[in-house]
């Protein structure tokens, strides 16, 4: 019996090996059906492999192709997974690409997308838009523009005359953006201290802030933040964000506004609003903070025992993965949660909202990821 016991569990761990392999192989027309976790839009196999990976609980994944005859959900990339990291079954169907999240491998956290997709409108996210001559000049100005992540170009050809020629540049969040963000007490939640805020090099300054002041009204996005220089950051990198407004007392939302002709501040206790900053070099000692009685909610890649929060920090930072952490302290009801260090991260990749056919347009990701820099 000790003897089957041993042969078990030595089975267990090499099929837990396996499923941590290193696969980045694409299967085409191979469903990996069921354990959805959500879908996601993307252009191709490719950069639906690198959403799961980017996804901190996807382990695999099904794309439809632009092929998928079946009804119109073409584009899509099914994100999944499953307590072994494998899919428990496959089948064949047209139309589809199935593969693995590259988490196991070396891969690049902000991959090179050189590719362009002709025929097909990266819908929505717009945030500028201008007249080029081709669809080369108008990745030119999204690799050129720090916000750009993407851009869809309408050619000559395009049957609405008045919008032909033009290069729609769009936004989506490099920065890591935490989901859902809750007073809770016992629990101590920070930053990884190696979060990239900016890839730009950019001279300090300070932030201007304005204490117990409210800014009401022409709101962007609501998102969670930690502090006032939390939010100031997210709004600094939002291209349309021209002031932003934070309510402590509300689980800690951030407001971004959007109005360029004019600011009426109101005093108001518990809220710090503040401008953001486009070409200095904020001060992140926000990130090395900790916050105490803070969670940061879901989004976990995985959990791990810990003495304390400051080794929570460290094993943090030294996963190149992590991007923020959640730590329970050895206080709270529930014992089975104590001492667990919740590892976390978001999607920082180009993501376009929705991706569409449309004929005679064009479509793609800025080359900063590549190397490229037009000055």
Request: charged share 20%; aromatic share 12%.
């Amino acid at each position: 019996m000790e003897t089957l016991w041993i042969l078990g569990l030595l089975l267990s761990i090499c099929s837990l090996s396996f499923s941590q392999e290193c696969n980045q192989q694409l299967l085409e027309n191979v469903d990996f059906p069921g354990a959805d976790i959500k879908f996601v839009f993307s252009p191709d196999a490719n950069h639906c492999q690198q959403l799961c990976t980017q996804h901190p609980s996807c382990r695999y994944f099904t794309f439809s192709r632009a092929d998928w005859i079946k009804d119109n959900s073409y584009f899509r990339c099914y994100l999944k997974t499953s307590p072994s990291g494998q899919p428990t079954v496959k089948t064949q169907l047209q139309g589809v690409t199935s593969g693995f999240s590259l988490k196991p491998c070396s891969s690049e956290s902000k991959p090179c997308l050189p590719q362009l997709y002709h025929n097909v409108d990266f819908y929505g996210a717009d945030y500028q838009s201008l007249f080029t001559a081709d669809y080369d000049e108008c990745q030119r100005a999204c690799t050129r523009d720090p916000a750009c992540q993407f851009f869809t170009f309408i050619n000559g050809a395009f049957t609405t005359e008045s919008i032909r020629y033009k290069c729609h540049l769009k936004f989506s969040w490099s920065v890591p953006v935490t989901s859902i963000l809750v007073r809770t007490t016992g629990l101590v939640s920070g930053f990884s201290h190696n979060t990239e805020i900016t890839q730009e090099v950019k001279p300090a300054c300070e932030g201007k802030l304005f204490p117990s002041t409210d800014i009401p009204g022409n709101d962007v996005v609501v998102l969670p933040a930690v502090s006032p220089e939390h939010c100031q950051t997210l709004c600094s990198a939002h291209p349309v964000c021209t002031y932003f407004s934070f309510v402590r007392y509300n689980n800690f939302n951030c407001y971004l506004k959007n109005n360029k002709n004019e600011m009426v501040p109101k005093a108001k206790e518990g809220v710090t609003s503040g401008l953001p900053a486009r070409f200095c070099q904020l001060d992140t000692s926000w990130l090395k903070a900790t916050y105490e009685g803070v969670d940061f909610r879901n989004d976990d890649i995985r959990n791990e025992l810990k003495d304390d929060a400051d080794t929570c920090q460290k094993t943090c930072n030294d996963d190149p993965t992590c991007q923020f952490y959640t730590y329970v302290k050895a206080n709270i009801f529930d014992r089975e949660d104590w001492r667990r260090c919740y590892l976390k991260r978001a999607i920082t990749i180009p993501a376009p909202p929705k991706v569409t056919k449309l004929a005679n347009a064009v479509s793609g990701f800025q080359l900063r990821n590549c190397g490229h820099v037009y000055t």
